[in-house]
């Protein structure tokens, strides 16, 4: 299992980084759908504040495929809380402090794509680079209070920093929701082909997040990521 080298950035912020997916953009597909301005399968609303209906422009400015992705595994723990507007059910978060593994699938962007997508995430207006230097010298910047306006960087891989998106607050902090079958299929999915589970391992691993578990089984899980069920 790749890990990142857990030391911090003294230098400029370079212009390609590893944005470390962690929700459902651990499916390529979705993370196109950032990239492109389309709606993903099985979401029920664009995200507030983007796309033709909102008067605002669709995707990232550089709509190019990631250069390679990647499996990694980061210290901390997945979780599922508050409502998705997107998908329904609770959204995938990510807490770096607590002791726990989580796997992500670390696509290689450049900083307009990653700030770009950044700003979906957090339904704010793409277009601007997000000054990243904070994150990448220290671990950690707040954006702003909401869900995703945390960036947390735990680290460097093969000469570049790690970066992903969360919430401030911790999981036990917060009551937790389970996530919609849609929502949870396109992280299996992703998972699964970039880590190279099986079935009963990508199902244990989701059913077993704080959230999820006691809603979603590891039976439930398996038979959505075989496509023979909804939940």
């Known amino acids: 299992m790749a890990r990142p080298r857990s030391e911090l950035g003294s230098g400029p912020v370079p212009d390609r980084i590893w944005y470390a997916a962690y929700g459902s953009n651990t499916d390529p597909e979705r993370l196109r759908c950032y990239l492109t301005g389309a709606r993903p399968a099985g979401a029920v609303h664009r995200p507030p504040g983007t796309g033709r209906d909102a008067g605002a422009p669709a995707g990232c400015r550089d709509r190019t495929p990631p250069a390679r992705s990647l499996a990694l ?17 609770g959204r995938a978060f990510y807490d770096p402090a607590t002791p ?13 794509q990653f700030s770009d997508i950044a700003a979906q995430e957090m339904y704010r207006p793409a277009g601007t680079d997000l000054d990243l230097t ?9 954006l ?6 945390t960036l947390i960087c ?14 401030p607050w911790r999981w036990r902090e917060i009551g937790g ?33 704080p959230g999820a578990a006691g809603h979603w089984s590891p039976a439930a899980v398996a038979e ?8």
Do not use: M, Q
Request: glycine residues 14%.
């Open 224 to 231: 959505l990521l075989r496509g023979e069920g909804d939940g």
């Open 100 to 112: 726990a593994e989580l796997p992500v699938r670390a696509y290689l962007l450049t900083r307009s």
């Open 154 to 167: 735990p680290g460097v891989f093969a000469g570049l920093p790690v970066l992903t998106w969360t919430a």
């Open 144 to 149: 702003g209070p909401g869900r995703y306006e």
């Open 177 to 209: 929701n389970p996530p919609a079958a849609a929502y949870l299929d396109r992280i299996g999915t992703g998972l699964r082909a970039a880590h190279r589970w099986s079935v009963g391992e990508t199902a244990g691993y989701l059913a077993s997040r």
């Open 134 to 142: 904070e994150a990448v010298r220290t671990g950690r910047s707040h």
């Open 73 to 89: 595994v980061l210290p901390g723990l997945l979780y599922f809380a508050t409502e998705s507007v997107v998908w329904t059910g």
